[in-house]
């Protein structure tokens, strides 16, 4: 049976690349009630966004919605229980790219920051979508990206999307032998490096809490609800049974920034429809229930591809 990975970390094209309150005359400017935020929080990238969006304090300025986890091969869409976008109408995300350039053919992928005013797409590119609603609206949050940092940030989104998401699609690929032995390495020293630097303060950065700790909780979120599950269990542990790296992920997930964009039954939904067709998406087996946090996390499985 073929190994289907969960969505890589690795982005797939970026077409639209508005930027707002930067360029003047981008005529994206920072006004409230004029952006919304398009997600699957199934989607790493996307709840990254979601998590910024909340912690910059601005649920009530850029409104959100969220499409159907489990997308058939005409891409995202807003079919079931969460109602079809009240924003732009759409029942395919597609019709938003479609709105923004015409015939479009490219990949719909989301997070989409999208302009209510101009009806179009501002951009699609999550990095550059977390970056402005973290530092472009008078948000009352934490400063996710202080100026000093930024090249910190970046040095630790690589290590999480290289030596940890990356590694682990590698060695799920692999299933045994020597590329597989090398990959749960990286995978393993890098948890151990992080268990290492969080004994040491709350945060990556210290006692503040920036964007690299939203890269990090949402890794950490993927590798044990997902990737795991296509790894022999001995070789990578859950993050439950690393005591550094878990009270951290409960300490971010007390916060309602975290806690409230966390949907594990999307991330089930789109992982077994990607495993075994959209028609396994029903299925309810219970993913790592977080609500028995500190360690004692059931033996739940999204069920594996194999
Ligand atoms: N252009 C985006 C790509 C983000 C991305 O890869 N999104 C994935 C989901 S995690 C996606 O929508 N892929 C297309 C698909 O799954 O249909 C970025 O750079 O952030």
């Not at 109408?89 to 053919?105: D, K």
């Not at 949050?141 to 090249?151: K, T, V």
């Not at 790296?245 to 992982?271: G, K, T, V």
């Amino acid at each position: 049976m073929p190994v289907h990975l969960p969505t890589s970390a690795a982005p797939c094209t970026v077409r639209f690349q508005g930027r707002i309150g930067r360029e003047p005359g981008s005529g994206f400017t920072a006004v409230p009630h004029r952006y919304h935020l398009y997600v699957s929080l199934a989607c790493p990238r996307s709840l990254r966004a979601a998590v910024t969006r909340s912690l910059a304090g601005l649920e009530d300025k850029v409104t959100l919605s969220v499409v159907t986890p489990v997308r058939d091969g005409r891409g995202w869409a807003f079919r079931t229980g969460e109602g079809p976008d009240s924003v732009g109408g759409f029942a395919q995300l597609r019709e938003a790219y479609e709105a923004t350039e015409h015939h479009y053919e490219g990949p719909v992928s989301v997070p989409v920051l999208w302009d209510r005013w101009s009806g179009r797409i501002v951009s699609n590119q999550a990095d550059d979508i977390m970056y402005d609603l973290a530092t472009a609206f008078e948000g009352a949050g934490p400063e996710l990206y202080p100026a000093g940092l930024a090249d910190g940030i970046a040095r630790y989104g690589a290590l999480f999307d290289d030596d940890v998401w990356e590694a682990a699609q590698q060695a799920g690929r692999a299933r045994r032998g020597d590329r597989y032995d090398e990959a749960t390495g990286t995978v393993f020293n890098a948890l151990g490096l992080l268990e290492h630097r969080l004994s040491q303060s709350p945060f990556l950065f210290g006692d503040r809490l920036t964007a690299a700790d939203v890269h990090l909780w949402t890794t950490l979120l993927h590798v044990d609800a997902v990737h795991r599950r296509h790894l022999w269990v001995e070789d990578v542990r859950r993050i439950g049974e690393h005591t550094v790296l878990w009270a951290y992920f409960e300490r971010l997930y007390e916060l309602p920034a975290f806690r409230d964009n966390l949907r594990l039954d999307h991330i089930a939904q789109h992982h077994r429809a990607s495993c075994r067709g959209p028609a396994a998406s029903g299925s309810t087996l219970p993913i790592v229930d977080w609500d028995r946090l500190a360690g004692t996390a059931p033996e739940a499985a999204a069920g594996d591809c194999g």
